[in-house]
């Protein structure tokens, strides 16, 4: 069984947040052998410590590396690391591009797409359910974002945009696009978003059930 490992490194500044993400990877790979290390960086340092147990997976837990900018996306490759995307296809291929300019297999890594997900009667029910939560949650991202990166809005609260890249409708409707979702982009691992924040829990419950009796089992044929 493997395990994939999600790190969320607290940044102050611009200047140093990828320096110190570049730290608690080395750290972790480290940490995962299982062995005493020491390290000594510009931000962490460490002295004569040992981690266990030691992660079942080998060498240790797949590290995933999320971007949006076509810098980012290739820094993956860079960093010999696996892909988690919240985009589309376009940005899926930057990384596959970087990683067979390098001489690596594309395959041989994890590569995680995530989507929100719902299930309703009909895709205008769906949406109509779920728009102000997913409103809410792009405008908080963007938010976030933007403090983190002055000067720059990445994401922004487009009603259109959502919709779009959102998988809604008729169980027969979900299960036909997360099968193209599947079959094109080519992810290894899909991340299904259900529950958004300010969403009713009785909705969210009424789209998992839905989803687990009516389009799953069709998926799995």
């Not at 993400?21 to 290390?37: D, H, S, V, Y």
């Amino acid at each position: 069984m493997s395990i994939s490992a999600t790190i969320v490194v607290p940044c102050p500044t611009k200047k140093t947040r990828l320096s110190r993400t570049l730290e608690t990877i080395e750290i972790l790979k480290r940490a995962w052998t299982g062995e005493r290390f020491s390290f000594e960086g510009k931000h962490f340092n460490f002295h004569d410590v040992r981690v266990l147990p030691r992660p079942k997976s080998r060498p240790h837990p797949e590290l995933l590396w999320g971007g949006m900018t076509t810098k980012a996306i290739e820094r993956a490759a860079e960093l010999d690391l696996g892909f988690a995307c919240n985009l589309g296809r376009h940005q899926i291929e930057i990384y596959r591009s970087a990683m067979r300019a390098r001489g690596k297999d594309p395959a041989a890594y994890g590569l995680v797409n995530s989507r929100i997900v719902y299930v309703a009667d009909n895709e205008q029910q769906a949406w109509a359910d779920i728009e102000p939560a997913a409103m809410y949650q792009a405008a908080l991202y963007g938010k976030w974002l933007s403090a983190a990166t002055p000067g720059q809005r990445w994401i922004q609260p487009d009603a259109n945009q959502l919709k779009s890249s959102s998988i809604l409708g008729s169980p027969e409707t979900v299960r036909a696009r997360l099968a193209e979702v599947i079959e094109t982009a080519g992810a290894t691992e899909l991340i299904i978003n259900m529950q958004l924040p300010g969403l009713a829990p009785s909705k969210a419950m009424r789209s998992l059930e839905r989803f687990t009796n009516e389009v799953l089992p069709k998926l799995r044929r």
